[in-house]
């Protein structure tokens, strides 16, 4: 029986770098190093390769981890093959790390390289009302894959306040402390609202990253 042709845009993506993207939806990772990534993001995998679940490493961590809602559970992908990484058919992009780091909505983190340093921080100035405490800061040299519902839009924050929904963060430069903006006055509550009540603002050289959604499904066809 003859093998079924398909079009060349749907066969793997050949490459030797440790981190692939197979398409805007996919990622490869060729193990040699461990890799930290998402619990439940493998989608496929070839070789000899273990997963194991990646504890939080110290008694601070773990309180972290407890009082966190925006906390990521990770898993440890190692040995010797090509492990590929999705999330919900949501867009993935890469971030070269050298020597700085990112804050990341734990529900963005995708994969990371594991020589990277890690750790749940707390979001100064969130309250319940802002979508969470915590983020992941990640910090060091190395590859850092993460998602975001819908292509994301790097905004920079040098030059002019930018304020974003706090549902629509993806990450941002460590060196930045977003504040929290309250749009909301009493008129416009009396009258049902905006929608739009709370904001982070950032200001200073960095950058944020924002996604076309407030964590809402996109559509397929996106």
């Known amino acids: 029986m003859r093998s079924p042709l398909f079009d060349h845009v749907h066969a793997e993506v050949q490459s030797s770098d440790l981190f692939a993207l197979q398409s805007d939806r996919m ?14 993001t493998m989608v496929a995998y070839q070789g000899q390769v273990q997963f194991h679940h990646e504890g939080s490493g110290s008694v601070a961590r773990f309180v972290k981890n407890a009082m966190s809602s925006d906390n990521q559970p990770l898993m440890r992908v190692s ?44 979001t100064k100035g969130a309250g319940m009302m802002t979508s969470g405490l915590f983020n992941t ?15 994301p839009m790097i905004l920079d924050c040098s030059q002019q306040p930018t304020f974003v929904d706090p549902n629509a963060t993806v990450c941002w430069s460590a060196n930045l402390t977003p504040g929290i903006v309250n749009s909301m006055n009493m008129r416009s509550l009396i009258r049902g609202g905006t929608g739009e ?3 982070y603002s950032f200001h200073g050289p960095g950058f944020v990253v924002v996604q076309p959604s407030e964590g809402y499904p996109m559509p397929t066809h996106a």
């Open 27 to 40: 990622l490869k990772v060729t193990l040699g190093p461990d890799v930290l990534a998402g619990k439940g």
């Open 137 to 151: 800061l990640i910090h060091g040299e190395g590859m850092v894959a993460l998602t975001s519902h819908g292509a």
């Open 79 to 122: 040995g010797q093959g090509e492990v590929f990484f999705a999330r919900s058919a949501e867009h993935v992009f890469l971030i070269q790390l050298e020597g700085d780091a990112i804050s990341v909505n734990g529900s963005s983190l995708l994969a990371f390289e594991s020589r990277l340093q890690w750790d749940l921080h707390r």
């Open 197 to 199: 009540a709370f904001q």
